[in-house]
């Protein structure tokens, strides 16, 4: 569905001359990543709505995106799978966070180091369409260690004056999201 909406508009940009016909396949495809990314963002604020933490998105966000950037991880087949996928994992992040909350501290305290150790080893992963030089590795790894850096920062933070609502865990879940998402990866590319 996505795919089709994006080649009917960038086609239609196409023949009306609002670009190139070189051009088109370019927008077809930046047109595709944001009306994906507009559903997904849609699905995560109507997810954290209907889980009563109707700011759990923006944590969650904030952390998830740029790490996942630098990381890498799992990409699904499709748009629909990935819509799927991410607002699933964002769904089990709120709700693991609700059932932990009295054990915040502690839980927060085994993501940061499960998270350090699997990023440290795994991370970035490369995709098809996405190799890295050695460079980007190196910059990314970099990247990684500095969110990594603030999250830790921000804990020891929290943890002196004892304040770990529900919104900051989500930072630590989003965390673990990527993990995840890095692991699943991982463990595909072993399997092919």
């Not at 819509?83 to 609700?98: K, Y």
């Not at 927060?108 to 990023?119: A, G, K, P, R």
């Amino acid at each position: 569905m996505i795919e089709k909406i994006a080649i009917r508009l960038s086609n239609a940009w196409g023949e009306n001359g609002v670009v190139t016909t070189e051009d088109v396949e370019c927008y077809r495809y930046g047109l595709e990543l944001m009306i994906s990314t507009i559903f997904n963002f849609i699905l995560t604020v109507v997810v954290s709505v209907v889980l009563a933490k109707p700011y759990s998105f923006l944590p969650f966000t904030i952390v998830y995106v740029p790490m996942r950037l630098y990381a890498g991880g799992y990409h699904a087949k499709n748009h629909f799978r990935c819509i799927l996928f991410s607002t699933i994992l964002f769904g089990i992040t709120v709700v693991e966070a609700l059932i932990l909350v009295e054990q915040q501290k502690y839980a927060c305290m085994f993501i940061i180091i499960i998270s350090f150790v699997i990023l440290r080893l795994i991370a970035p992963i490369e995709s098809e369409n996405k190799p890295l030089s050695t460079e980007q590795i190196v910059n990314a790894k970099h990247k990684i260690f500095i969110i990594q850096s603030i999250l830790f920062i921000m804990y020891i933070i929290l943890y002196i004056f004892n304040n770990f609502t529900f919104y900051f865990s989500i930072c630590y879940y989003a965390e673990l999201s990527v993990c995840i998402t890095v692991l699943l990866s991982k463990i595909s590319r072993l399997k092919h």
